[in-house]
């Protein structure tokens, strides 16, 4: 059984920077395409960034586009987001999400695994 477990959030400053991790158990994260979503209160869940299997591509919302930068290390089963330049609306709770294949990369129905989520605040 795939387990996706997030690491990393916490309360950070306007400007500032963090470095998430998903770490996976249960099989290797290089069969998966991975993706990062964040919810925040009150509001739907959206996509941030994503992954493919190998790293080669990558995706990001308008939202993240030159703050924030996903990455991934197959042999330590770990996804990573470093973000940078943090802004109060980046406050939410940021979830990692795997699933096969290479469609659709936005579109959170195609993951088929989820973690829990850590909590990000941004503070003005």
């Known amino acids: 059984q795939v387990q996706l477990v997030e690491s990393g959030g916490g309360l950070v400053q306007a400007g500032g920077s963090l470095r998430l991790s998903c770490t996976c158990s249960?099989?290797?994260?290089?069969?998966?395409?991975m993706g990062w979503f964040r919810q925040a209160p009150g509001k739907e869940r959206e996509f941030v960034a994503a992954?493919?299997?190998?790293?080669?591509?990558?995706k990001y919302a308008d939202s993240a586009k030159g703050r924030f930068t996903v990455s991934r290390e197959n042999a330590k089963n770990t996804l990573y987001l470093q973000m940078n330049s943090l802004k109060p609306e980046d406050t939410a709770v940021y979830y990692c999400?795997?699933?096969?294949?290479?469609?659709?990369?936005?579109?959170?129905?195609?993951?088929?695994?989820w973690g829990q989520g850590t909590q990000v605040t941004v503070s003005s």
């Open positions: 992954i493919s299997w190998n790293g080669a591509i990558t």
């Open positions: 999400a795997a699933g096969e294949g290479t469609a659709r990369p936005m579109a959170s129905e195609r993951y088929d695994y």
């Open positions: 249960g099989r290797t994260i290089s069969v998966y395409a």
